[in-house]
Each structure stands twice: as C-alpha cells, then as structure tokens.
C-alpha cells in the first residue's frame, strides 16, 4: 500500500507533498554563488584534503502560503574550469520542503593542493522542479588559488611580541594582498611557567578575515591581577587556516600586571 506524504493546512484541509494550496502559486526556488579558496594542505593532513563549499538554496512563496515540493541538484565541470575528480568531488541529489520556508544548503567538498594554478569555475545546477518553479537554476563555485598562480601565494602570521593589560588582543596579518573570500585560521594559547595563569587559556576559537580586510585579531580574555602579582607569559599559536600556509605562527605575550 502506498502511503501519501501530506501538508496539514488547516482543520480537515491536506495537501499531498509537491502539490500547491488552493490560492496560493508554486514557491520560488534559487541557488546562490559561492566562492572560497581552495585551501592547502597542512603537513600531516590526511591525503585527500577537503575545502567545504555550502551553497544557499532559498524558497520564496507569496504571504500565507507555505512552500512545498522538491528540486534537484548536481554540479558541473567548468568549461574551461574545475574537473572532478582532480579539482572537487561531485555531488548530487534533491531538496525538498514540506510546508518551512528555510534554505537549504549543498555542500560540495573541493580538493585541497599546494600547486600554483588559475582560478577554476564549476557550476551548481538546479533542475526537475515539483511544486516549485526555479527563479534562479545555476550557480558559480569559484574555486580562487591560493599558492601563487593568481597574484602571491596567501600567507598567515601572528604580529610579534606583545605586552596586554587588561584586554589581550594579538593580530593576525594576512599575506597575499587583501582577502578575496573569507579566510579563517585557528588559534590556542600555550602556557609558559609554572606559575598561575592570569589569563582564560583558549582550546581552539577561531579569527576570520572577511572579503577586502588584509587581517583580524585574535582575543584572550585576562583575569583580574591579585596584589603583588608579577608578569606572566604565554604563547598564542596559529593553527589550521583556511587557505594558504602559516608564516610566523607563534607570538609570545607578557602580560602586565595593574596598567
């Protein structure tokens, strides 16, 4: 027996999934681009190494409908552009809604490499509408090299020394030029001494670098001194950026008592 997936409306009304309620059109359907660098992998990272590329799938329908149906999606080399399986690994499948008007998302996972190369295009394509209609079928993964093929390589560093009060606050400098995508790198804090710390230690937080920005800044949370308290030291440490590789990746910091 085949059982009917349906859309409760209202007492006593249902809609089988894909099908559209009286009055109300098919809801829209878009995907947006995406754009990343492509990552490189760090030593020791497991062979082949992956940059995730989520795409937003979004649905618009008219005020008090609710949106129902499913699409489908696959990507598409880029011509000229990225291949699979050298350059992304495929990816397809179908979305569907069932009455939410949340997106969705399509994660494509990209190939890591240390190679200096052109920017490489590849498509993500929505297609086989039922219940929706596409108001925008097609978009762009551009996958931006981040080993020199395309201007300098992407580099990432620490400032250098550094004396806090209060409020710690380190920089963290990108190399390259200003970002072209996001770009976000890892840091932890490393005791040095054996003394109490007078700061929060930080497992793994993280700074990201946004679009047009040439750096961030990574926080540590100082405590509050105790009478007679002397300096302490500690080291913040760069760890797992998200595209290109670490220069100075280690900056020492002292942190000074009263001020």
């Not at 027996?1 to 007492?11: E, I, N, Q, T, Y």
């Not at 699979?84 to 399509?106: C, F, K, M, N, Q």
Request: charged share 15%; glycine share 14%; net charge negative.
């Amino acid at each position: 027996m085949l059982a009917a997936v349906v859309l409760l409306l209202g007492p006593g009304t249902a809609v089988p999934t894909g099908a559209v309620a009286p009055g109300c059109g098919p809801a829209s359907v878009a995907v947006a681009d995406r754009t990343l660098y492509e990552g490189t992998p760090a030593a020791g990272e497991r062979s082949p190494a992956y940059t995730t590329f989520e795409f937003t799938v979004s649905v618009t329908a008219a005020a008090g409908c609710a949106p129902t149906g499913s699409v489908a999606y696959k990507t598409e080399d880029g011509s000229p552009g990225a291949t699979t399986p050298d350059d992304y690994v495929p990816a397809e499948g179908r979305l569907s809604w069932t009455g939410d008007s949340s997106s969705r998302t399509i994660a494509v996972q990209v190939v890591k490499d240390a190679a200096a190369e052109p920017n490489e295009p590849f498509l993500l394509r929505l297609s086989d509408p039922v219940g929706l209609v596409l108001a925008d079928d097609l978009a762009a993964g551009g996958i931006l090299d981040d080993d020199g093929g395309v201007g300098l390589p992407i580099m990432v560093s620490t400032d250098g020394g550094k004396i806090c009060w209060h409020v710690c606050t380190v920089g963290v400098q990108l190399g390259g030029g200003p970002a072209k995508a996001p770009v976000t790198v890892h840091y932890r804090t490393l005791a040095l001494g054996t003394g109490e710390p007078a700061y929060v230690p930080v497992k793994d937080a993280m700074v990201t670098i946004p679009p047009g920005a040439s750096g961030g800044s990574a926080v540590v949370k100082l405590l509050d001194g105790n009478p007679g308290q002397t300096e302490s030291r500690f080291v913040l440490e760069l760890f797992a950026p998200s595209a290109g590789t670490l220069g100075n990746a280690r900056t020492e910091v002292t942190i000074k008592p009263g001020g």
